[in-house]
């Protein structure tokens, strides 16, 4: 019975050798991987790591680099802010040291961010000379220097102007002890352009405005505005009667109530005025009777009368010296020829005048504004040059009594 059931044991059933068969043949192969392959997948996997070890330095160093500055610019405006308004408010001038050391601290600390600190401050001081240089074009730099050289012409061109005024000399004689140039311009009231050109003259002078014209009223007006000095250029009559003075005048058939309401008439119109004196008038002033109640009126207002002396036989000083008057009287007429010769040759003589007595009255007209200011602004620089000086009627010393 034993021996059986080992012989049962030993049996293999045919099975279990089919199971053996199945399981063999479900075996994967060995893959096989060769030692250069194998080498070659190391040396990529450590170049890849290396390459992400740069990547990831670099953006650190960036990181860093602008968290830096931001608190660098911090610490050093907040000062400049202050100091700043500090001078706006204070005004002191003592607060402005405070601004360049903080500005020098600013320019240090971004200079030593950089590895070379002399090249940095080379730049900073290249930065401050002129950018315009850099940056324009050949062309506009041109243009520039074209339009520097047209403004320096325009405004050596006035200069070069008065330089040879001074140099083509007129020959006047030096002033003796700083002798009084008044010049009087007479007419006026007709022409408000022909006095505009006389009031913009580079000197003090009186002028004389006619009655009862279109302009008196605002040829006064702009006369005073001017600073300058006014009177009423009172018209009488002329010796020659077919000669007109003009509306107000005074005329030799008048009585005394008739002159002096006339006068009023004629002085409330232009008026205040700081003098009188006459327009044509040769028959007037050679009327003793008449000028007495002129020179009454104009004494008794405290207006000066000046004498234009269109008559030598002229009875103003006689009138005058009886009633302890002080007058003045012209001397020289500039313009009854209107040329510049003869303006010329007249102030000469004026000069002479001037120099012998220390002053000199010369009356010119406002209808010679065509060539007369001009030529007394050319005139002017030497005459001042030569020690002349300038004044107006009523505070010359031309009195005459």
């Known amino acids: 019975m034993a ?21 063999n043949k479900n075996r994967k192969p060995k893959v096989y991987v060769s030692p250069y392959k194998a080498l070659v997948l190391c040396f990529a996997v450590i170049l890849f790591c290396l390459c992400l070890l740069l990547i990831v330095s670099k953006v650190d160093k960036t990181t860093t ?29 003592v607060k402005v040291e405070p601004v360049k050391e903080t500005e020098t601290k600013v320019q240090e600390v971004k200079i030593d961010k950089v590895e070379n600190k002399t090249e940095k401050t080379e730049k900073v001081v290249r930065k401050e000379e002129p950018v315009i ?20 012409t325009k405004t050596t061109t006035p200069q070069t102007t008065t330089t040879q005024t001074v140099k083509a000399s007129y020959n006047f004689p030096q002033a003796v002890n700083h002798a009084q140039l008044i010049f009087v311009f ?10 505009d050109a006389f009031l913009n003259l580079p000197f003090p002078i009186t002028v004389a405005v006619l009655p009862r014209l279109a302009y008196s009223r605002e040829s006064a ?14 018209p009488m009559q002329a010796i020659n009667k077919s000669v007109n003075p003009g509306p107000g005048a005074i005329t030799p058939e008048m ?10 008439t004629n002085i409330n119109e232009i008026g205040p005025v700081a003098g009188i004196n006459n327009h044509e008038g ?28 269109t008559n030598v036989e002229t009875k103003v000083p006689y009138v005058a010296g009886e009633m302890g008057y002080t007058y003045y009287e012209r001397n020289i007429f500039l313009d009854n020829t ?47 040059e030569k020690g002349y000086t300038f004044s107006v009627v009523s505070k010359s010393n031309a009195q005459k009594s």
């Open 186 to 195: 007479d007419d006026g009231g007709q022409n408000l352009n022909h006095l």
């Open 221 to 234: 007006k702009k006369i005073r505005a001017s600073g300058n000095e006014l009177m009423l250029h009172q």
């Open 3 to 23: 021996s059986k059931k080992t012989t049962s044991k030993r049996k293999s059933s045919p099975n279990s050798t089919k199971r053996k068969n199945y399981s």
């Open 255 to 264: 009585d005394e109530d008739q002159i002096i309401a006339t006068l009023f």
């Open 338 to 384: 209107k040329t510049k010769e003869n303006a010329l040759a007249e102030l000469k003589k004026g000069l002479t005048i001037a120099n012998k007595n220390g002053s000199v009255i010369m009356i010119g007209h406002v209808w010679s504004a065509d060539f007369l200011p001009a030529f007394l602004k050319e005139i002017y620089p030497e005459l001042k």
């Open 282 to 309: 040769s028959a007037i002033t050679a009327d003793a009777e008449k000028m007495e109640i002129v020179l009454k009126v104009a004494s008794e207002n405290g207006i000066f009368f000046l004498d234009s002396r």
């Open 65 to 93: 680099n602008s968290s830096k500055l931001p608190s660098i610019s911090e610490r050093f405006e907040e000062p400049k802010v202050t100091v700043k308004t500090e001078k706006v408010d204070k005004v002191e001038p």
């Open 133 to 152: 240089k850099q940056t324009t074009s050949p062309a506009t730099q041109e243009k520039t220097a074209e339009t520097t050289k047209k403004q320096e």
